[in-house]
């Protein structure tokens, strides 16, 4: 059985440790080991505008653009918002400048081999795409490339660096996890049990802004059938990986999703060249696999007794579970290896290293005392995903 707080497969991580607020009128220290849209109320910022942010190319060539910089780490498009893209050329040069999604889909051509003198240059971009809707909430990256051949992909040069968070504040009464950013970076939080179930992921490889965020959650499990506050063992999972230099966060499309729109119309779109990594020996870069593409993140779990039409079912001896996920994660899923596991009461009980779906399961209950029990199903896939949902029951006594 895995811990889900500390290894989906693809990451094992060090301890962390986080403050807890609001805990019995003051704070008191725990310790928690490491491992798509938040699930809960919407995470806000703090977003400086025009914060600009300067990238220092490493990748030599003295014909490559240099000085880059981009005016705002985030920006909203529905309010006609913009980010520019400065830069400086050596000699004069044909350039062609484009925006990329998180997962490597061309998103917009700015400008296509255009004339430019020597100097510094800038680039609008107004959060659109070659079809010139607004994009989804994510993460793009400028890429720069000139006719004489410079080439500027900060993919290649920057980002991927993991690190855990190990000063988060809980704040119980107000609702809310804050912590501090030290560069923009792709942002994980998972909930749960020391040694038992992940019961929520609060933020799901979501990009965030450097800075102090703040993130809203009610402090409970994701069917919210149970507090964490007071749970014994109660223990989280904070990680991030930094982004690539020269991107930025679009926020504010409520009406497409990244993942409908990598699922939907921009499923085809040309990919951005592969280019080697300039590899810093001193980084802790992340392993590949680390983080799942952007598109494709915690599958949504759904948990009946189908034999039973009540909230919190009664029964003896033995009850059957149906464990499935939504449609549109099923595909994924089956594509890959996962497991099913069970935890009752939040303490290990069964699992199937190789998972089908749905997954019917006969839940033999004689060695569970009678009342009100919680069962929670974590379903893990090998690339790093991990969905949860519970339901409560009642065991009958034996006549």
């Known amino acids: 059985m895995r811990d889900f707080l500390k290894d989906s497969g693809v990451l094992v991580a060090a301890f962390l440790t986080f403050s807890v607020a609001g805990c019995h009128g003051g704070s008191r220290q725990e310790t928690a080991s490491e491992e798509q849209e938040p699930i809960a109320d919407a995470p806000t910022q703090e977003i400086i505008p025009e914060q600009v942010a300067e990238v220092i190319p490493e990748q030599a060539s003295a014909i490559s653009p240099e000085n880059v910089t981009v005016s705002a780490t985030s920006f909203n498009p529905s309010l006609k918002e913009q980010v520019r893209l400065g830069y400086r050329l050596a000699q004069a040069d044909q350039v062609t400048v484009r925006v990329y999604d998180s997962d490597g889909g061309l998103v917009r051509t700015l400008v296509d081999a255009a004339a430019r003198e020597a100097g510094t240059h800038e680039e609008s971009w107004n959060g659109r795409d070659d079809a010139y ?77 450097a800075g102090t965020i703040t993130e809203y959650w009610d402090g ?29 966060i679009a926020y504010g499309n409520d009406e497409e999703t ?16 592969e280019r080697p990594r300039q590899e810093d020996s001193e980084l802790r870069l992340r392993p590949t696999g680390l983080v799942p593409p952007a598109w494709s993140r915690a599958p949504k779990v759904s948990m009946t007794f189908p034999k039973h039409t009540e909230t919190v079912p009664a029964a003896r001896g033995e009850i059957a579970v149906r464990i499935d ?21 939040n303490v290990f009980f069964a699992e199937a290293e190789r998972g089908h779906l749905p997954f019917n399961w006969p839940w033999e ?29 009642r065991v009958v006594a034996e006549e």
């Not at 990598?262 to 060249?273: F, I, S, T, V, Y």
């Not at 939504?326 to 009461?345: P, R």
């Open 133 to 209: 809707r607004v994009v989804p909430d994510e993460a793009y990256t400028f890429t720069i490339e000139t006719a004489a051949g410079g080439v500027y992909d900060p993919t290649t040069v920057s980002g991927g660096v993991v690190d855990d968070i190990r000063d988060a504040q809980f704040d119980w009464e107000g609702g809310t996890v804050a912590y501090k950013l030290p560069a923009p970076a792709r942002v994980l939080i998972r909930l749960g049990i020391r040694s038992g179930p992940m019961l929520k992921t609060l933020v799901d490889w979501r990009p965030r802004v």
């Open 220 to 248: 409970r499990d994701e069917d919210k059938l149970m507090s964490l506050r007071e749970r014994e063992g109660f223990s989280a999972l904070i990680t991030h990986v930094t982004l690539p230099d020269a991107t930025v």
């Open 258 to 273: 990244y993942r409908d729109y990598k699922l939907g119309r921009g499923q085809e779109r040309p990919q951005k060249p």
């Open 325 to 345: 996920v939504d449609t549109s994660d099923k595909g994924l899923l089956l594509a890959d290896q996962f497991e099913v596991i069970f935890f009752v009461d």
């Open 365 to 393: 209950l004689q060695q569970l005392p009678p009342g009100e029990h919680v069962l929670t199903v974590n379903i893990s896939s090998f690339k790093g995903q991990v969905g949860v949902a519970s339901r409560k029951m």
